[in-house]
């Protein structure tokens, strides 16, 4: 009986070593201390765009008639049309405007310039080039219509043309009176005058052409 047990003793032993040495598993690992997580790094924020611009304010807000200036001129073709104005700078308008001071708002964190023919606070955007004016087309200078010789106002022959001759002579009054003076044609008879008669006037340049 003792020997029997020997026996089973032995065959136990001798299988227990052949599962051993045919057994490819690896002995489990020892768990060790668990890595703390790698921290993320902080979102780089994106930049403002550049190219359209877009309204900073939207209508309705509290402060969005005084910060738009609705109640001034807001008309506009360049961002030089537009100003920041009122008692903090706080309204954009197309023209310079006073405001109360007694609660003072915060102007809008944004620019002051041209969207779409308007002055408004925006952002986004490069500043917008002024709209080029054409030059304005010379208006030609009229030529100027030689004025007439007036018979009464010569002064010597260099005021009369067509070879006529400064007369002086008075009045029905005499030489009491004031003297007067015409260009004239002198003549003694018809042959001398080219246009009219020679024809005495009285109390006048006395025969001229007439």
Known sequence: MTRTRSVLVTLALASAAVISLSCGCKPPKTAGPTP?????????????????????LTAGSATYDRFEGVSFQNACGAD????????????????EVNTTCDV?????????GCVEGLCIWYKGGA??????????????????TPKPVNHLTC?????CADGKTCVKYYGIAGPGGPQFSSC???????LDCTVGACTTI??????VCR
């Open 127 to 144: 500043a917008s080039e002024p709209v080029a004016t054409p030059a304005p087309t010379p208006t030609p200078k009229p030529t100027p």
């Open 36 to 56: 703390e997580p790698t921290a993320s790094p902080e979102p780089t924020a994106s930049p403002e765009p550049t190219g359209e611009r877009s309204a900073l």
């Open 202 to 207: 009285p109390d006048g340049p006395g025969r």
């Open 184 to 190: 004239e044609r002198v003549c003694d008879s018809n």
């Open 80 to 95: 030089s049309d537009c100003m920041a104005s009122g008692c903090s700078g706080e309204v954009c308008a197309a023209e």
């Open 155 to 159: 002064k010597g022959d260099k005021d």
């Open 104 to 112: 003072v708002p915060t102007p809008p964190k944004g620019s002051c």
